[in-house]
């Protein structure tokens, strides 16, 4: 059983949440968080870089110079990777990056960068945002409490405090639904609602 404060809209003390899922230093796995983040950055390439090799490459059917007696190196074609405008020996041409990360590896990278946040006291969590949907509005109330960088975590996807955050030089701002483990290794601090603390908790059962 693992016990977590709960903040208010004003960030005081509004009491505890009780969970089943263990949040120890024992159960931070850096590997397997590694791992994870390695595949979000992996996805996340294009892939869509090419260069000519010689079957790509027109012309040089022709010897360009005889075999003998002109001093140079042999060359059967104008083509080649050691002329000038030939082919590009060994480049890059279009692939997938994407790396294949199992669901229970995924489960265990959760939580251990929540039991992370938690033992190094960076995880805040807080009934509801009362935010404006202004930025500089959350600015003031991250900045002031000390809490920036931050993540901040909404279960709602329309919920202004996303507006609010997007935009901050040292923090952004996601629902619950798109919560990234690369996102919250990036961030210092992970600002996340109660309602969305749960909803993550509840895919570790």
């Known amino acids: 059983m693992t016990d977590i404060t709960v903040l208010n809209s004003k960030f005081e003390d509004a009491g505890k949440l009780s969970t089943n899922v263990e949040l120890n230093a024992e159960n931070i796995k850096e590997a397997t968080v590694h791992q994870v983040v390695k595949a979000t950055l992996a996805g996340r390439r294009q892939g869509t870089h090419s260069t000519k090799t010689r079957a790509f490459v027109s012309g040089g059917g022709a010897k360009p110079f005889k075999q003998k007696g002109t001093g140079r190196a042999r060359q059967g074609t104008s083509r080649s990777g050691l002329m000038v405008g030939g082919a590009r020996v060994f480049g890059p041409l279009p692939r997938n ?23 190094a006291g960076k995880l805040t969590v807080v009934d509801s945002f009362e935010s404006t949907g202004k930025t500089k509005d959350m600015f003031k109330t991250l900045n002031d409490k000390g809490l920036l960088p931050a993540l901040v975590v ?11 955050a997007r935009n901050l030089q040292w923090a952004t701002s996601l629902p619950v639904e798109h919560f990234s483990i690369y996102a919250a290794v990036k961030y210092e601090n992970l600002v996340i609602e109660k309602q969305a603390l749960e909803t993550l908790l509840n895919r570790l059962v």
């Open 97 to 119: 990056y994407d790396q294949k990360v199992n669901k229970k590896v995924t489960k265990v990278a959760l939580q251990s960068i929540i039991a992370d946040k938690l033992q």
């Open 154 to 164: 909404t279960q709602d996807k329309n919920d202004p405090a996303l507006k609010a």
